[in-house]
């Protein structure tokens, strides 16, 4: 192979990444992404309503920022949830991660559970992927339709279980107790 020959290798390959880059519109990706993490706060606030309404747990946001490739930087909260003499910190990681749309983290004394966005009917990892010579196509992914889910790991492996109030009231008392 020549010069030449790698340096056309190169400028064709530079042009079709840039169009290909340029197909996704990155600030709707951040804003979906950011609509999730709202849906996921509301959702667990309206769980610890009760509670926090008789004082027993306590609430509070502060800001971090988050840099992501082709999103840049940006702003989300962090939420803090106070009981039983701890502190649980809600903390979303980004959204353009492998085998999720977004990850939110929860942590505290005892240890940490994963909270991610996937397809509603998965119910662990599995990532496909296919290569495409120069002259097929692309062809559309199916429509998605994403939900909060929780990583359980266990002896058995990985899977996901549903984001609902039993579940994520038992992984507040797991972080604690």
Do not use: C
Not at 77 to 98: E, R
């Amino acid at each position: 192979m020549s010069r030449k020959d790698f340096e056309k290798f190169l400028k064709d390959n530079a042009n079709k990444y840039n169009r290909e880059e340029n197909d996704i519109d990155w600030e709707k990706q951040k804003q979906e992404w950011l609509e999730f993490i709202e849906f996921f706060y509301n959702q667990v606030k309206e769980w610890l309503k009760p509670y926090i309404d008789q004082g027993s747990i306590t609430i509070s946001l502060s800001e971090k920022n988050i840099t992501e490739d082709h999103i840049g930087s940006y702003i989300v909260n962090k939420m803090d949830i106070s009981l039983a003499g701890a502190t649980l910190t809600l903390d979303p990681i980004g959204t353009l991660l492998i085998g999720t749309k977004g990850r939110i983290d929860l942590s505290g004394p005892k240890g940490s559970v994963k909270f991610i966005l996937t397809d509603i009917n998965s119910n662990g990892f599995n990532i496909s992927f296919k290569v495409l010579s120069d002259n097929e196509k692309h062809e559309p992914l199916n429509k998605v339709n994403w939900t909060w889910k929780i990583i359980d790991r266990n002896a058995s492996g990985v899977k996901f279980i549903e984001f609902n109030e039993s579940n994520f009231f038992a992984s507040l008392m797991g972080l604690v107790n």
